[in-house]
Structures are given as structure tokens and as C-alpha cells.
């Protein structure tokens, strides 16, 4: 198991630093100049230059990089604004505050959204698909398969728009979604997160219930399990101890890439519902060609999917006894 | 010129109406509840008539005097709400250049001077600190400020001449990249960081005299009749010597306005409470009525659309700075009856134009002819029609003061093209079929405008090469020298509401990435903007300025004036005051207040 995280960390970290140059670099491909945005349109020669200066943007590319690169191990000295503590993702161009302070702030709001919407669509996913796979070719069966057709057929910024404006605006059946911190008060936080949640998972249960069923029709026609059947175990027996259990682990993998993804930044769920996560931020950063700002949260959404394989990976291990950690 | 949020650049290029806009500062004092931006719907589409522009002149000390002109049925107290998309760039006046910002600064920040609003769609450029909008002398190169009694920093402290000239030495330091550059180019030269670093190491700028702690004296290097103007952005706003934390000020400014900075959560929200060293006495411009202000950013424009509409809760002592009415809502807003008395309505203050390249349109009668034959109507059918836009006739918008009316081309009269007059000139011209080679944002909008654009010149015998171009580099294309275009639509707005930022940038110097756009390089035209520029009668100048307008599109016409966008924005029933301030093209939050 420890050789097995140790190579897997190693790989994740050099992953991590691939995506980063990539991205860094990338930047640098696209038509917009901080600096020249920074200073505003009538803006003399010297002063442009002083822009790119105080932006750092006046050293070669390779040296930004690598200096941004050691500032996240050991922190950095900025000229004009101090020092940024390890690990520092650098200032961001547009605001000048510090970036991993900016993505601390909003990542509770992300986390939230996606813990409630996963536990929704986890449980009604999971649970509808089993039910569906038991009553194979019944109507309940039927009517599984229609409502996860549409389901997944739906988009966010479709339902999610015309939730808000019928539930919220014109019926005006629940609040407008807001972040309230869950320590500030459990039952507001998930109040205020309740639509969003609702229509992230009526999406996402969509999938789950599709897979959940068509691996547990398959597990149900397994040998083993037609063992089990036959040495007299009770129906739940058989579907909890072995067909769900089989049928767990490609629920895992697909549950633990969306977790990465939703943490990385649900962006049209966060722009819907006019949430301060992660998600916005990304996009806020890409219009406002603002590099550190977009280096953290690409890192970000890049770590949430190398950490949660690895996860995911170490989990097989627990649901399927058959699999080995090497 | 800056632009809200997003700088010049980029947001020109997207040409949307929602995102252009200029730096000037806009104070508002004056009627209740939105004042002529609170118009009845225009169905019957005669915009230009309806949104007059407005009249904005030079006050004097006695109007320089406080409080604010009260709105109808002002009540003061209670909390109003304020949402918009983005959080504000800088709190440091110093770097502040776009007008959501300026307009935010309002409630934190004061100048020399300022706008007050007297009337409906009149302003006044008063003494905000100031006890008038300033002494000339020296034929317009010497300007001179007398401090009111009783400005004071929030900690209590007297704002003193020191505190202004220190403000002004700021801006050249390093670490200030941003902001206007006219006050420190008028005190040094045209690349100012050059020749001064700013007072941190202890040097003076020896052109600002200070003799009393109540008086500022500025000496020009040429006469700048409105300098007042200049000095009413808030790039030009006060910043106490004393407190000044050079870089970290821009996250904890010092309030010389009526409110403080209670809290502050990046880009997410912000809590003002007042300033209880303000005094309304000394101060025309701003009205603070509400006790506390709660501003909340991220929110689209849909959204805050949606939120309006319904108008709920604690919605309905909601506002928006600069949240335009979603397009997708427009027609929705416009023909509700019961949303009329919460719709503001304003057209752009800002220059929209299609530049000819006079670098290869040589023959005036070419361009005079496309300018007969524009075709201005079906422009504006396809960009929202008229509910959405006005008919604009000359290069100065009608916000800016001096503008004057007149219609070279006839835009108004016949808004679907002249095309028999356009024949006329071409046939005596040198090309009767000439091939123009036409820029155009690669947008759906501008797709449909190009082809509309295309199909008219077709009429008269022009054929258009149609070049679509990328949004985010169009004016780094369209600002080369040597751009391979010979039409192209760019903006331009004033960073104060008169002709003198507009006509010495828009025909200045011929550069690459420069803002003659269209290329004019006449020596009688040059000549005659420094000769302007050089007068110290404002309204001498004004004149001048209106005139040089028409002879410009009466002998080289180098553009064609495009279309001005009408501003559309809703509000909470329970907000009064608000209006889409004519300058600024946001809402001012001097006169707000809370409905009970």
C-alpha cells in the first residue's frame, strides 16, 4: 500500500508541474497583454514598461516560470508588496491579492456544492438504478430508463436557468441560492445550496442510475452470484454483499472523476446560481488575463482529478476483494 | 477614456453596450426617482428626442457649496443593496481610470473637484474640496485651488494643500501604472515617469505650489482650459499624506468621503457604514442618504435581471451600478407595463464610429458617398432596433458639452440610405466602382451588420471585401499603420465630457497602436486642435470645438458616426433616486436613498 501511494504521489507531483508549465506557457500564446490592460488605453511608453515590471512580466518567460515554480515550495519576495508565504501562487494581475488566499476563500463554497449535490445524486442514482436492474423490463424499470434518458439528455445552464426563474423568481417557491458558511449556520448553508444541489444531481443521477443499472443486471447474471443464490442466501444477501459490491466499482471511478472535476470548479453550476466558488474564479481569470489567478486554478481542478484517482485506485482495493494494491 | 472592469482595448473591440464605457466622473444630485433616465417606453422610437443631452457647464462657488441638491421625496437611513458583476479593480483613487470604479469612489473619495447635478440633465462642475471649480490665470496655464473649511480625513484630520499636492506627486511613482495621465503630462511632458519618480524619496514637483495649508496652485506647462474637468476624475482623488502606505493603500484607503469601508470580502462583497467626520455642508455633490450601503458582486446580468423582475424582499432595496438589462429580457422589461417605473434609460455618452482609412480611401468623394449611402436603418434594425439605440449624425456624441446638431449626411433623414446623391458623387469621383476592403468583428451581430453594410454599397456600385476579424485582437489589427483595411468600426470615449479628449486622440498622432484610426493627417485640422486647446474660455473653445465637428465631416469626412446605444437598467421598487447618470453611463450614488 506505502509503495503504492509513494508511486503514485511522485507521479501526481510531476504531473502537477507538466500542467503547470503547459499552462504557463499557453498563457503566453494568447493575444492579450496584462500589462497593456493593467495601464489603461492612454498609456505612455515608460509607464507600460513600469506595468510589466511590477507584473513581472519583464524577464524571460522560463525565468517567470520557474521563479512562480519555486515560490510555491519556498514562497517569494514581491517588489511593492511583500512577501508570500509557501505556497505562494503569486498575486493576482487584476486585484494584486494573493492568489492562494483568493482560492481558500472560495473553495468552501465549491466543496459545498459538490459534497450535497454528490450525496443527492449518489443515493438517488445508486439506489434508482438498483431498483431499475431488479425489476428488470417492469415498468418501474421502464420509467428508470425514460427519466435517466431525459436526465442526462439536460443541462445545467438550461435547468438551471429555468429553475431559477420559475421556483425562484416567478413562483417564488424557495430563495435565491447564497453561501452561508456551515459553521455559521448548518441549516442556512443547506437552505441556501438546496436548488443547486437539486439540479446538479437530477443531472448526475441520471448517469448513476444508467450505470448502476446496467452493471448490476450484469453482476446479477454472474456465476457467483447464482452461487450465492443457490447455497440458500436471502435476496438482499445476494444484491448487498455481492451484486451491489461488484457492481460499486466502475460507480467509483465515475464518482470519483466527477468529485475532481465538481471541486475543480463547477463553473456553469456556479454561474447559474450566481455562486463565489472555484468555478467562476477560473473564468473571471481567463477574461481577465490573469495569470496566476488561472495557474491555481487549473492546478487546482488538476489536483482535485490526480488526487482522487489515487483515491479511487486504493478504494478498488476495499469494494473488490479480488483487486491488489502494487 | 477607460472602461469599466475590463480595459479599452478588449472591451472596445466587443463593441457591446454593456461593457464600453469612459472614466468621467458622474455626480448626480436632482430629482426623485430617475429624472429623465426614468423614461416612459419609447415605442413610438424617436429616441434622439426623447434622451436630450445633457447641460453641463462651469459652476461657481456659491453652487460649490454643500449639501447636495435633495432628490423628491428624499428619506434618509436604512441599508440599500448594490449588485453587480465584478468587485472594484482599485481602492486607490490614484489607480482608478475606469468609470464603475469612479463611480464607487464616490462614496469613499473626494477631489478637487467634481459634478453636481442642479436640474434635470444639467451638471455643474463645482469645488468638491474645493470652494469653486478653480481660479485661471496666466491665460489658462495656471490653476489655483482654495481648500473648504472643515474637509476632513475619516480619522478626523484636516485635508490640507499638502495632502492634494502630495496626491498629485503620488501618481508618478513606479508603482502606479495605472490611471489618467493628463495632470502629470500637462505638469512635466507627455512621458512623464520620465522625468519624475514620485515624493517617496523625498523630491518635490516644483510646478505645484502649496503656499498655505488651504492653497493648491498648478502650473501648467501650456494653457488647459479644463483643467477642472481633468481634476474632477477620481484618478485625481485625495489621498492623505500621512497615511499614504504607497502598494498597500490600494487595500485600505482612507475615506475622505461620507462612508468608510466596514468590510471586505474579495470580490465577493462589501459593508460601508459612514463617516462621521464628513460634513454635508462641505460637500455639493453627494447626498448619502442610506445609513449603510451592502454591495455584492458575481452576479450576471440575467440574474440581475431576473432578481429586478421580481422584485422581492430585500430585492426591492436593490440597485445596480452598471447592470444592463439582459438581452434575452429586453423586449420582456420594455413591454411590462408594471416594470415602467423601475426601467432607467440613457444613451451612451461614448463615440461609436466606422473609420475610413484615409491612408487608402484617398478620394473624398468615395467616402462621402459611402457616408449617403450608410445604412444606418438596417443597422439598427439588426442590432435591437430602435427601442435600443439612437441615430447619431456627428463625431462628438451629444453628452459631451459643446456639441452641437447637425446632419451633413442626412442619418436622420434618411436613415435607409441616400443612394441617389450617393451615385451623384460617386460618378464624380475617381473610382465610380471602387472596391472597399471592410474590417469587421467576427461576431453573429456584426456578421448580420456586414451584410447589410455589403448588400447597400452593392446598390450604388462599391463592392465590399468583407474581412472578418478576431475579437480580442481587433484593435491591435485595426491600430497598425499598415492594417490592410479601408473600413473598420472603432470606439472612443471621453474621459470628460468635453471635446478635448476626444478630437486631439481620435486625430492625434498617426501611430501603430495609436487612436487616429482613420489616419487624418491634415495640417489645418492639427494646427486648429492646438489652437483650441490653447484657449482659456471654456466656452470659446466649445464653439471651436462644435465647428471643427462639422468642417471635419463636411470636407474630409474620415468616418461615418455609427449608432448610440441606449443603456437599460432595472432597479428595486424600493430604491429612489436612482438614474443612469448621462456622464458616467452608471448609476450615480449620490442621490440614492431607501423607500420605507
Known amino acids: 500500500m506505502l509503495r503504492f501511494l509513494t508511486r503514485r504521489t511522485v507521479a501526481a507531483a510531476v504531473t502537477l508541474v507538466i500542467i503547470a508549465a503547459v499552462t504557463f506557457f499557453l498563457f503566453f500564446a494568447m493575444p492579450s497583454d496584462p500589462a497593456r490592460l493593467a495601464c489603461g488605453k492612454v498609456c505612455p511608453p515608460e509607464t507600460l514598461a513600469q506595468a510589466r515590471h511590477n507584473l513581472g512580466l519583464d524577464q524571460p518567460i522560463f525565468v517567470q516560470f520557474l521563479e512562480w515554480l519555486a515560490g510555491v515550495f519556498v514562497g517569494r519576495d514581491y517588489e511593492g508588496l511583500g512577501h508570500c508565504s509557501a505556497p505562494c501562487l503569486g498575486y493576482s494581475f487584476v486585484n494584486r491579492a494573493p492568489v492562494f488566499n483568493t482560492i481558500i476563500d472560495r473553495l468552501p463554497v465549491t466543496i459545498s456544492l459538490t459534497i450535497g449535490s454528490s450525496v443527492i445524486y449518489l443515493i438517488f442514482g445508486v439506489g434508482t438504478g438498483v431498483i431499475a436492474a431488479l425489476n428488470q423490463g417492469k415498468a418501474l424499470d421502464k420509467i428508470a430508463s425514460v427519466a435517466s434518458l431525459i436526465g442526462s439528455s439536460m443541462q445545467i445552464y438550461f435547468v438551471g436557468t429555468l429553475a431559477m426563474y420559475f421556483l425562484v423568481f416567478q413562483w417564488q417557491l424557495i430563495e435565491r441560492p447564497r453561501y452561508v458558511p456551515f459553521t455559521e449556520n448548518p441549516l442556512e448553508w443547506a437552505y441556501g445550496l438546496l436548488l443547486p444541489w437539486l439540479v446538479l444531481a437530477m443531472i448526475s443521477t441520471a448517469n448513476y442510475t444508467r450505470m448502476t443499472r446496467s452493471t448490476m443486471v450484469e453482476q446479477l447474471s454472474e456465476d457467483y452470484v447464482r452461487t450465492a443464490r443457490a447455497k440458500g442466501m436471502s435476496g438482499r444477501t445476494v444484491i448487498t454483499r455481492f451484486a451491489l459490491r461488484g457492481t460499486l466499482s466502475p460507480i467509483a471511478t465515475i464518482f470519483g472523476v466527477d468529485l475532481a472535476v465538481l471541486i475543480g470548479g463547477a463553473i456553469i453550476t456556479e454561474t447559474t446560481f450566481s455562486l463565489q466558488g472555484v468555478g467562476r474564479l477560473s473564468i473571471q481569470s481567463v477574461v481577465n488575463s490573469d495569470l496566476p489567478m488561472l495557474m491555481a486554478t487549473v492546478l487546482l481542478a488538476a489536483a482535485a482529478i490526480v488526487v482522487f484517482n489515487i483515491i479511487v485506485d486504493a478504494l478498488y482495493a476495499v469494494i473488490d476483494p479480488r483487486v491488489r494494491l502494487s | ?596
Open chain 2, 1 to 596: 477614456m477607460s472602461t469599466r472592469r475590463r480595459p479599452a482595448l478588449a472591451v472596445l473591440a466587443i463593441g457591446t453596450l454593456a461593457l464600453t464605457a469612459a472614466c468621467a466622473k458622474g455626480n448626480a444630485g436632482g430629482s426623485a426617482d430617475a429624472g429623465s433616465s426614468s423614461a416612459p417606453r419609447p415605442s413610438e422610437t424617436n429616441l434622439t428626442e426623447l434622451f436630450a443631452p445633457p447641460k453641463i457647464e462651469v459652476g461657481t462657488a456659491d453652487d460649490s457649496k454643500g449639501p447636495a441638491i435633495e432628490p423628491e421625496g428624499v428619506v434618509k437611513g436604512s441599508t440599500v443593496n448594490m449588485i453587480d458583476r465584478d468587485d472594484y479593480p482599485h481602492l486607490d483613487p490614484g489607480r482608478v481610470y475606469d468609470n464603475v470604479t469612479a463611480n464607487f469612489h464616490l462614496l469613499i473619495t473626494r477631489g478637487l473637484t467634481g459634478y453636481k447635478k442642479v436640474g434635470d440633465n444639467h451638471y455643474k462642475v463645482v469645488g468638491d474640496l474645493a470652494t469653486d471649480a478653480g481660479q485661471v490665470s496666466d491665460g489658462g496655464k495656471t490653476w489655483t485651488f482654495t481648500l473648504k473649511d472643515g474637509v476632513k480625513w475619516q480619522d478626523g484630520s484636516p485635508i490640507t494643500s499638502a495632502d492634494v499636492k502630495w496626491s498629485m506627486e503620488r501618481l508618478f511613482a513606479p508603482f502606479i501604472t495605472e490611471g489618467p495621465p493628463y495632470i502629470q503630462q500637462w505638469l512635466t511632458e507627455e512621458d512623464y515617469k520620465k522625468s519624475y519618480k514620485g515624493p517617496y524619496d523625498g523630491k518635490e514637483l516644483g510646478n505645484i505650489e502649496t503656499p498655505d495649508d488651504k492653497t493648491v496652485v498648478f502650473k501648467f506647462n501650456e494653457p488647459h482650459a479644463d483643467a477642472n474637468y481633468a481634476l474632477a476624475m477620481t484618478g485625481y482623488g485625495i489621498v492623505p499624506k500621512a497615511k499614504d502606505t504607497k502598494e498597500k493603500y490600494d487595500k485600505t484607503p482612507v475615506s475622505s468621503g461620507p462612508y468608510i469601508i466596514a468590510a471586505h470580502s474579495l470580490d465577493k462583497s462589501m459593508d460601508l457604514e459612514r463617516n462621521p467626520n464628513w460634513d454635508p455642508a462641505t460637500d455639493p455633490i453627494r447626498g448619502a442618504y442610506p445609513d449603510k450601503w451592502h454591495l455584492e458582486f458575481g452576479y450576471q446580468a440575467l440574474a440581475v435581471t431576473d432578481r429586478f423582475v421580481a422584485d422581492t424582499g430585500d430585492d426591492q432595496k436593490t440597485f445596480s451600478f452598471y447592470t444592463h438589462v439582459a438581452a434575452e429580457r429586453t423586449q420582456q422589461v420594455l413591454q411590462d407595463k408594471s416594470l415602467q417605473d423601475r426601467i432607467m434609460r440613457r444613451p451612451s455618452p461614448y463615440g461609436d464610429y466606422y473609420y475610413f482609412n484615409l491612408d487608402r480611401v484617398k478620394d473624398v468623394k468615395i467616402r462621402q458617398a459611402i457616408a449617403y449611402a450608410w445604412p444606418t436603418k438596417q443597422i439598427q434594425t439588426i442590432t435591437g432596433g430602435p427601442d435600443t439605440s439612437v441615430i447619431n449624425t456627428t463625431i462628438l456624441n451629444p453628452s459631451v458639452s459643446g456639441w452641437e446638431d447637425y446632419d451633413v449626411f442626412g442619418f436622420k433623414q434618411h436613415p435607409e440610405g441616400d443612394l441617389d446623391k450617393a451615385k451623384e458623387l460617386l460618378a464624380q469621383s475617381g473610382d465610380p466602382t471602387p472596391t472597399i476592403v471592410y474590417g469587421y468583428n467576427n461576431t453573429p451581430t456584426e456578421q448580420r451588420v456586414t451584410v447589410a453594410i455589403k448588400n447597400q454599397m452593392a446598390k450604388i456600385g462599391i463592392k465590399i471585401v468583407a474581412k472578418p476579424m478576431d475579437t480580442k485582437t481587433w484593435y491591435d489589427a485595426t491600430g497598425k499603420v499598415e492594417n490592410g483595411l479601408d473600413m473598420y468600426w472603432g470606439g472612443w470615449g471621453a474621459d470628460w465630457p468635453t471635446a478635448a479628449t476626444v478630437f486631439p486622440v481620435i486625430f492625434g498622432p498617426v501611430r501603430d497602436g495609436g487612436y487616429n484610426q482613420s489616419h487624418l493627417k491634415d495640417p489645418e485640422v492639427t494646427a486648429e486642435i492646438k489652437r483650441i486647446e490653447g484657449l482659456a474660455d471654456v466656452d470659446e473653445a466649445n464653439k471651436a470645438w462644435a465647428a471643427l465637428d462639422k468642417k471635419i465631416m463636411e470636407t474630409i469626412t474620415p468616418l461615418v458616426p455609427g449608432l448610440n446605444n441606449v443603456g437599460l437598467q432595472l432597479r428595486g421598487s424600493k430604491v429612489g433616486g436612482a438614474e443612469i447618470d448621462p456622464i458616467s453611463w452608471v448609476v450615480s450614488p449620490n442621490t440614492i436613498f431607501v423607500k420605507p
